[in-house]
């Protein structure tokens, strides 16, 4: 048997633990595994490595095969092309690791059953059913490789012992943290289990009047304030609040980055009537949440995905392409196969994205709800930032 392998879309820390969890499968039941360089850019350009061969890298961050954003339908005779290249190659089946681009590809290949592994920082990718409340059981795809890593990053950035509430405090600073997520905010949302004062994503459209009459009565207040924002957050009636159309991708994607400055550019000229605005700060980490080496639960289900992809191709249990999804149930992360017909595609045949879901998020106030809480609580590693809530509370005077 002969398997393929591709990484596609902005790296992740735990890639290169699936790429090499698939690995050790192939070799321990003598199948050669053929990783594509360069997500389907090594696709259209047969331009492969065979993974059997290549020392294990699972310890490190990113990708060992490299990656690419290409959208096979953007390339001349791209779908045929790709089709060709899997077909000489006579694979048995096709692991694809990515977002929503890069699994949107699948569609178009007919020939080899693919097996799709989520991944991205953004959380974008499952099914949340929700009515009045949520079911952790009930979500397809609890998770996307990534987040988790990424998730602890930013409670890090935005907490009160280890974040930037400390600076923002003595120095009686406005400190606006920015977050990767372009269309969807669960980046940014998580930050909310760090209690900073306002969160601010793009799936509900930021009233900007509104808010700085929130700010400034917080800020008169306690003479600091938190406030989270998503790179690709939108205010009412203005779009994006920074996105450059110039630099677009294969997708159309603008070139999102820059949201926090934008933001402190606009509150250090509307508010400078109330107080000096010279302490209003922008603090951007973009790469940092995607890059280094991943924590403890994506390790773990990320090894976990790498066994079970090429385990389905060795048991002929791939007919058609799946989606491998991250269960979780009975207290525990399970690895299920889900038909890629069970998520609708978009009329532009892409695959669908999640967004946070109005349970999740408290638009009065700008806030994370308890039910959110609730959902994050089965991700993050509590012990971590098990902190001295009652001195903290009393050393800054609020809340």
Request: charged share 20%.
């Given at each position: ?64 095969l ?53 991944k ?6 499952g ?10 059981e ?11 890593t ?61 808010f ?5 009565s ?55 009537r109330y ?17 280094g ?6 390790k773990?289900?990320?090894?976990k ?18 989606f ?26 892409r ?9 999740f ?15 994050f ?8 930032f ?7 509370k009393?050393?800054y005077?609020?809340?």
């Open positions: 048997m002969i398997i393929g392998i591709l990484t596609g879309g902005g790296d992740v820390p735990p890639l290169n633990s699936v790429l090499f969890s698939a690995r050790k499968k192939t070799v321990e039941n003598n199948v050669e595994l053929i990783g594509f360089k360069n997500g389907w850019l090594g696709v259209l350009n047969n331009d492969t490595v065979l993974m059997n061969n290549s020392k294990d890298f699972s310890c490190i961050g990113g990708t060992f490299k990656s690419s954003r290409v959208n096979l339908q953007s390339v001349n005779n791209g779908v045929e092309k790709a089709n060709s290249v899997i077909s000489s190659l006579e694979l048995d089946g096709l692991i694809i690791i990515g977002g929503d681009d890069t699994l949107s590809n699948a569609y178009y290949i007919s020939e080899t059953p693919c097996i799709l592994i989520s991205t920082i953004d959380n974008d990718i099914i949340i059913p929700t009515e009045d409340t949520i079911v952790p009930n979500i397809i795809n609890y998770f996307t490789l990534g987040y988790p990424a998730i602890e990053k930013i409670i890090s950035f935005a907490s009160y012992d280890t974040g930037i509430r400390t600076t923002a405090y003595s120095h009686e600073r406005i400190m606006i943290l920015e977050s990767m997520g372009m269309h969807s905010g669960w980046l940014a949302l998580a930050a909310g289990m760090a209690n900073p004062d306002f969160v601010i994503i793009p799936e509900f459209p930021l009233d900007y009047t509104e700085c009459n929130k700010l400034v917080l800020y008169q207040k306690q003479h600091h304030a938190i406030i989270v924002i998503a790179e690709g957050a939108t205010m009412k009636g203005a779009g994006y609040i920074k996105a450059n159309y110039q630099e677009s991708d294969d997708y159309n994607h603008p070139r999102f980055g820059g949201a926090s400055y934008a933001l402190r550019d606009m509150l250090k000229r509307d508010l400078e107080f000096n605005t010279r302490n209003i700060n922008a603090v951007n980490p973009s790469y940092i949440y995607r890059s080496i991943p924590n403890r639960l994506d773990e289900v990320s090894e995905l790498g066994e079970i992809a090429i385990s389905k191709i060795l048991n002929h249990k791939v007919n058609e392409h799946i491998l999804s991250t269960q979780y149930k009975n207290g525990e992360y399970q690895i299920e196969p889900v038909p890629l017909s069970k998520f609708s595609k978009t009329k532009d045949d695959f669908p994205k999640r967004s946070v879901p109005p349970l998020y408290d638009m009065k106030n700008y806030k994370i709800t308890p039910i959110a809480k609730q959902y609580s089965k991700i993050i590693d509590e012990e971590k098990n902190i001295n809530e009652k001195l903290l009393e050393y005077g609020f809340h």
